[in-house]
């Protein structure tokens, strides 16, 4: 089975995660959405989030293709990734995370997945930066 894993704070569900998820599916069997902590969130984009982790997570273990969604670890982002142990990583495509950076930590951690950075869809309107005002 080939997993495909996916991260995100997800605090308003939008048709711009929709695609994201959906892109990442095609990509294998199983979709594992990491939703962040509510202080990793903070510390990624300097502002709390508008639902806490627990609201977060039950929105996106309601949507129909996401196979699992799972709380992130505090500490390293990594962790998780070891946890999972995924096949491929799908990035959002305004995920600050450098494709490379990702694939060396990977390699350290003895890791072997694709990374792979989905396109964006309308983020002219669907961003969540956007849709919270």
């Known amino acids: 089975m ?23 599916k095609k990509y294998g069997d199983k979709l594992i959405v990491v939703v962040a ?8 984009k300097g502002k709390k989030p508008l639902h806490n982790e ?7 273990r309601t949507l129909e293709i996401v196979n699992e969604a799972v709380l992130g670890k505090s500490g390293s982002i990594f962790d998780i990734v070891e946890d999972i142990n995924p096949n491929v990583i ?24 694709d990374v792979i950075r989905i396109g964006s869809y309308m983020p002219h ?9």
């Open 2 to 24: 080939k997993i495909v894993m996916c991260a995100g704070t997800f605090d308003i569900i939008h048709p711009g995660h929709l695609y994201l998820l959906s892109e990442a």
């Open 90 to 113: 799908c990035l959002g495509y305004d995920q600050k995370v450098l494709k490379q950076d990702l694939d060396d930590e990977l390699k350290k951690r003895g890791i072997k997945a």
């Open 54 to 60: 627990k609201e977060r997570l039950e929105s996106v």
């Open 125 to 133: 309107l669907y961003k969540s930066s956007k849709m919270g005002k």
């Open 37 to 44: 902590r509510d202080e990793t969130s903070e510390k990624m």
